[in-house]
């Protein structure tokens, strides 16, 4: 029997640049992200070798600037593709 052409218009076709990224990362995402990874970990282990006198005599604050600049580093490479 024949097949009407009217079906053929109904099947969907997917695009064709599904799963590619759109664009290039940013120049400034990695080294932003490295740079703020790194601050992060070398501030708390300042903060823990010199028993919480250096990097600023803010007491047990200096872990959550260390944490925050972790966080940042890790919020930012979320935006890498």
């Known amino acids: 029997m024949a097949v009407s052409k009217k079906r053929d218009k109904d099947v969907y076709k997917a695009p064709r640049n599904i799963g590619k990224p759109e664009s290039e990362n940013p120049k400034w995402l990695i080294p932003t992200a490295l740079t703020l990874l790194i601050t992060g970990v070398v501030?708390?282990?300042?903060?823990y070798?010199?028993?919480?006198?250096?990097?600023?005599?803010i007491s047990d604050w200096n872990l959550v600037v260390g944490f925050l600049g972790l966080g940042g580093g890790m919020a930012i490479l979320t935006r890498w593709k």
């Open 43 to 47: 501030w708390i282990v300042i903060y």
């Open 49 to 57: 070798i010199t028993r919480g006198n250096w990097p600023l005599p």
